[in-house]
């Protein structure tokens, strides 16, 4: 059964910085995009950054500069750097990977973590 586990959620103060990472475990086939999304109190999830198994990247403009994502293939693990935070980025941070099937892709989620950033 394929587990997917983030972690490196915190408590920073407005400008800090924080990195999150994310570690897909009994992957039995390719995990081709590796994807973080965020979502605040009240609010839906929403994407954030996405990173593809060849390394090409897109961001949601309003973390494009400050936000970094990585991949490391070898350990089926991808990150997320987060510099110059500022409260509107408190949300809590879900990890989404997919998994190529046969005939299918998969989709698998984490169960989150939580990043507030005080003012």
């Known amino acids: 059964q394929v587990h997917v586990a983030e972690s490196g959620g915190g408590l920073v103060q407005a400008g800090g910085s924080l990195r999150l990472s994310c570690t897909v475990s009994?992957?039995?086939?390719?995990?081709?995009?590796m994807r973080w999304f965020r979502q605040a109190p009240g609010e839906e999830r929403k994407f954030v950054a996405t990173?593809?198994?060849?390394?090409?990247?897109k961001y949601d403009r309003s973390v494009e500069g400050r936000f970094t994502i990585s991949r490391d293939n070898d350990k089926d693990t991808v990150y997320l750097l987060m510099n110059n935070l500022q409260p509107e980025d408190t949300a809590v941070y879900y990890c989404?990977?997919?998994?190529?099937?046969?005939?299918?892709?998969?989709?698998?989620w984490g169960r989150g973590t939580q990043v507030t950033v005080s003012s």
């Open positions: 989404n990977v997919v998994i190529s099937g046969l005939n299918t892709d998969y989709n698998y």
């Open positions: 009994e992957a039995t086939s390719i995990i081709s995009d």
């Open positions: 990173i593809a198994e060849g390394g090409s990247t």
